[in-house]
């Protein structure tokens, strides 16, 4: 192990319950107390192998002015959430990529210049959007640790229930990222657009619907109408979700998506994959018959349903993608 970096004992599965003051405060302490310029919180030595740390310590001695670096998976298939990383804003990023499945190294000085962590479900997660929002660097490097559990893309639900009271501080950073970072976006359409996405990303419906309602009808490719369908479907209100796909008609990324899902449903080796797919398909990609897919997999222990989930990821992903790329002309 490099002499610079010290291992903390760290269990994000004991968060995930709760809050848990007692463990923050003395994972705090023991960062407070140390010496070393560089610190990592591991669940057990066998998903931090030495040479993995090394390959991160060199990362960051390489990039002085960096407060940490995150270790991203090298999924597969190549997952398309991972493009956000690399084109988008890094608070942007941390707001859609939950960092408490990933490894991260941090810089001892910065991370208790920002308050170290927080008491709060996730908070690895937390500490990452803090930085991010703060404009601290934090580098993205895949393959850092090769040897670690394998690492997947969270599916978000097909009808997701409102996030727990206990996650309000995501909710808090949602709203930072659009009074400060939106301040500056190039199109404000797309920029209320990209909120409504964002807040659509991480579960919280009802205020991706009031963002989206707000441009109704407006920018280039409705791209607010678009969250509001998927809203609705997700909702769920399957006739009002395909009203709104109605209304938005062809989308430039539905080309990407039905080849997306083209290749998600060919790998389950379901029974009924083959005709959900060529009714998707049907004349290019058809919004309306994804719905019909996602209201069919309501029924409990549906076969498709893990594909629709992924199916639905890249949808929401190249939708971020875009809105994005117009609301801040990357």
Known sequence: MPPSLELLPFSPAEFEAGSRPDMVAALNAAVAAGSTEFIAFVAHA???????FQSAVAVLEQAPGAAAVVAVPEPNPPDPGLRLIDEHSPAAAFLISPAWSLRVLFRRDRF??????????????????????????????????????????????????????????????????????????????????????LYQWCD????????????EGQGAGLPGDCWHAIMHRREPDYANARYWFRRVGRQ???????????????ATGAITAEAWRA????????????????????????????????????????LLNATFAIAMRR
């Open 112 to 197: 208790n210049a920002l308050g170290g962590l927080r008491p709060v479900e996730f908070p690895l997660w937390d500490w990452l959007i803090r930085a991010a929002l703060s404009s601290e660097r934090v580098r993205y490097h895949e393959g850092l640790f090769p040897n670690s559990p394998a690492m997947k893309a969270e599916l978000h639900a097909l009808t997701p229930a409102r996030p727990p009271v206990r996650r309000t501080w995501l909710l808090e950073h949602l709203h930072h990222f659009e009074a400060a970072d939106l301040a500056v976006a190039n199109d404000e359409t797309a920029g209320t657009a990209l909120m409504a996405g």
């Open 252 to 266: 430039a990324m539905f080309s990407d998506l039905q080849a997306c899902a083209a290749a998600i449903l060919q």
């Open 46 to 52: 066998a998903a931090a192998p030495a040479s993995a």
């Open 279 to 318: 009714r998707l398909s049907r004349g290019g990609w058809d919004p309306l018959a994804f719905v019909d897919l996602c209201e069919a997999c309501a029924t409990p222990g549906h076969e498709l349903e893990t594909a629709a989930r992924r199916i639905q990821r890249c949808e929401m992903t190249l």
């Open 204 to 215: 919280f419906l009802e205020e991706s619907h009031e963002r989206s309602q707000r441009i």
